[in-house]
């Protein structure tokens, strides 16, 4: 009995000093914010305001303050804000329908573009390509790339979200520091 315990023993010390250094590294994400899908104000709650908001920037080109304004107006989950967004968010508020394609909430982790919940070098890769207008990226992945909290992407962003993949930086401007 003792042989197995000293066994085990020996083998979960190999397994932590072989996974230590990958633990920190894929540690949760801590730098995220919830977006209620169809709040285009993001004041918390689903309204005729966010109705109203919606339809200036359909009808009139009235631009939004945020990127995070993009997720919550894209309720049809189609990666554009449209008059189909305008008109279920209304049929929405009208309690003509009680969901969203898009679903309830999201959460954006900021930094995060491939959806793993981690800040890592494929990350920099995507948000650096994105910059180089090599692709384009979704409405949600805009908002989890603005990791300093300007509303545009630019190569600035691409470099904080290297530090943070290297442990350089351990949060982003867009995030308060703990």
Do not use: K
């Given at each position: 009995m003792k042989n197995k315990i000293a066994l085990?023993?020996?083998?979960?010390?190999?397994?932590?000093?072989?996974?230590?250094?990958?633990?920190?590294?894929?540690?949760?994400?801590?730098c995220n914010e919830t977006v209620i899908i169809g709040d285009v104000n993001l004041d918390?709650?689903?309204?005729?305001?966010?109705?109203?908001?919606?339809?200036?920037?359909?009808?009139?080109?009235?631009?939004?303050?945020?990127?995070?304004?993009?997720?919550?107006?894209?309720?049809?989950?189609?990666?554009?804000?449209?008059?189909?967004d305008y008109n279920m968010l209304k049929d929405y508020v009208l309690r003509?329908?009680?969901?969203?394609?898009?679903?309830?909430?999201?959460?954006?982790?900021?930094?995060?573009?491939d959806g793993d919940q981690l800040v890592t070098s494929n990350d920099k890769q995507i948000v650096t390509n994105a910059v180089l207008n090599i692709v384009n990226l979704t409405l949600r992945q805009l908002a989890a790339a603005d990791v300093d909290g300007d509303q545009i992407i630019t190569a600035l962003d691409v470099s904080y979200i290297n530090s943070h993949s290297k442990d350089k930086i351990d949060h982003f401007p867009v995030c308060p520091q703990n």
């Open positions: 085990l023993t020996v083998v979960l010390g190999i397994v932590i000093v072989v996974l230590g250094g990958s633990m920190v590294v894929n540690a949760a994400h801590q918390g709650l689903i309204d005729a305001l966010d109705v109203t908001i919606l339809g200036r920037y359909v009808n009139h080109g009235q631009p939004f303050t945020s990127l995070l304004q993009f997720v919550a107006a894209d309720v049809d989950y189609d990666n554009s804000v449209t008059i189909q003509n329908i009680s969901s969203f394609p898009a679903g309830q909430f999201y959460t954006v982790y900021y930094g995060d573009l």
